[in-house]
């Protein structure tokens, strides 16, 4: 085989590549449309914080305004709201302190979750549902968390 002859990338190789990044390109653009849309005014995010199951709060993620949630049933599990609109655990005595590793929490769907001390937050959209009776190890489960007892 005459390896003088042999060509990097024919032209129908260059046009298939391209057509592709087109499509990737128009993808992302429709993404990043999609989540700064708010045609109703309904866009405004609520972070629901879950102990043993049961939602114990709901947080409007406001922005200019910081806050700190501490709760009864875990005192040591601190939330921090921040001026940007995010949320996250700022302090937990969990041994391995995942959760405050987790970092910040600004987009539907988004959550973290403090499996030794059983709590979770997640976000969504204060214009939709709060899941009744999230299950902390269910949700784990879905993204593939390793739960210690």
């Known amino acids: 085989m005459n390896k003088k002859g042999r060509v990097f990338a024919r032209r129908r190789d260059i046009i298939i590549i391209l057509a592709i990044l087109a499509v ?3 993808l992302l653009g429709w993404q990043q449309s999609r989540r700064s849309q708010d045609p109703d005014g309904s866009g405004q995010l609520v972070a629901d914080v879950y102990y043993q199951n049961q939602l114990i709060d709901t947080i409007p993620l406001i922005s200019d305004n910081e806050q700190d949630f501490s709760y009864s049933q875990r005192p040591a ?6 001026a940007d609109g995010s949320l996250a ?6 041994p391995d302190q995942i959760c405050v590793h987790a970092g910040k929490l600004s987009q539907p769907g988004q959550f973290a979750a ?3 001390n059983e709590m979770l937050v997640n976000v969504r959209r204060a ?6 009776g999230v299950d902390v190890e269910q949700k784990a489960e879905e993204e593939e968390v ?3 007892n």
């Open 24 to 26: 990737a390109l128009l």
């Open 127 to 132: 214009d939709e549902s709060a899941a009744a």
């Open 77 to 82: 599990v601190i939330l921090h709201r921040y």
């Open 146 to 148: 390793d739960i210690v």
């Open 114 to 116: 403090c499996l030794p």
């Open 89 to 94: 655990f700022i302090e937990s005595d969990c």
